[in-house]
Nanobody, 127 residues
Framework: QVQLVESGGGLVQPGGSLRLSCASS????????MAWFRQAPGKEREFVAL???????YYADSMKGRFTISRDNAKNMVYLQMDVLEPEDTGTYYC?????????????????????WGQGTQVTVSS
């Protein structure tokens, strides 16, 4: 298992940037797919970005070109660089981990498919 702790959230003006960090402890994240989700008040949790163990990252359409997910397995860290932020990006951002499998599993943006979650970090985009 892994324990995930997000940090880096805060208040930023529209058009600004933030970098979120997800620190993992316990089992190394090298065997996990790592993702970011977010949730606005009164809204369903939605997929933001995914970086599997290998290959290119995946993004929700509204984040493409603005957000960048990266991971450093040696440091057990995952990052989300957020640029050109909009008020609609406001919400609580969560780091999530999905166990790898010995058989192929397709990428997923469904929260129910993920095994471990951080406590979340608040992002507010407002002028």
């Amino acid at each position: 298992q892994v324990q995930l702790v997000e940090s880096g959230g805060g208040l930023v003006q529209p058009g600004g940037s933030l970098r979120l960090s997800c620190a993992s402890s316990g089992e190394t994240i090298s065997a996990y797919d790592m993702a970011w989700f977010r949730q606005a008040p009164g809204k369903e949790r939605e997929f933001v970005a995914l970086k599997r163990r290998f290959g290119s990252p995946y993004y929700a359409d509204s984040m493409k070109g603005r957000f960048t997910i990266s991971r450093d397995n040696a440091k057990n860290m995952v990052y989300l660089q957020m640029d050109v932020l909009e008020p609609e990006d406001t919400g609580t951002y969560y780091c999530a981990a999905k166990r790898g499998s010995s058989v192929y599993t397709p990428p997923t943006g469904l929260a129910i498919d993920y095994d471990y979650w951080g406590q979340g970090t608040q992002v507010t985009v407002s002028s």
